[in-house]
């Protein structure tokens, strides 16, 4: 029984990180609709990090990838989506923390959390890596101190395909 339940994890696992995009509604901190099917970073590989107000080690990650974002940038032309979970009435929070931080991200907003689940997200942060073509490629939960350095080599080894 328990080698049925792995081998049904790891055909979840192994169906998500090739799966494109799910198409769901979302905010921007302007108030503009953008659908998620449409993310995209003009042929080059782009990360979506979920992330929230209360959420520390989501902060911590976001702040750490702040500090390298240009070099990211200048080096891939990596992009990054930065999503905040956070509910409705709190969405008026995000971006006075965002302006704080000085974070040059997209940040887009599910109050509802709707592209969370669509992605099969348990636990925050939670960052999935996509390749030019917008296929998930690499996705991961958690933070732990330098664990942004395994994005970049990730996109790296994107753009040398």
């Known amino acids: 029984m328990k080698k049925l339940l792995l081998i049904a994890a790891m055909a979840l696992i192994t169906a998500n990180l090739f799966a494109q995009l799910p198409q769901v509604t979302l905010k921007t901190l302007d108030g503009k609709t953008v659908t998620t099917d449409t993310l995209r970073n003009g042929g080059k590989p782009f990360i979506i990090s979920f992330f929230a107000l209360w959420c520390k080690p989501c902060q911590r990650e976001l702040k750490a990838i702040a500090e390298v974002y240009d070099e990211w940038q200048e080096e891939t032309g990596v992009k990054i989506f930065a999503i905040s979970i956070d509910e409705a009435q709190n969405a008026h929070k995000v971006k006075p923390l965002v302006?704080?931080?000085?974070?040059?991200?997209?940040?887009?907003?599910?109050?509802?959390?709707?592209?969370?689940?669509?992605?099969?997200?348990?636990?925050?942060?939670?960052?999935?890596?996509?390749?030019?073509?917008?296929?998930?490629?690499?996705?991961?939960?958690?933070?732990?101190?330098?664990?942004?350095?395994h994005l970049i080599e990730k996109v790296r080894a994107l753009i040398k395909k």
């Open 99 to 149: 302006d704080q931080n000085e974070w040059e991200y997209e940040i887009l907003l599910d109050p509802n959390s709707d592209f969370k689940r669509a992605l099969g997200v348990n636990m925050i942060p939670a960052v999935f890596v996509f390749d030019g073509d917008g296929k998930i490629v690499d996705s991961r939960s958690g933070y732990t101190d330098g664990s942004e350095q």
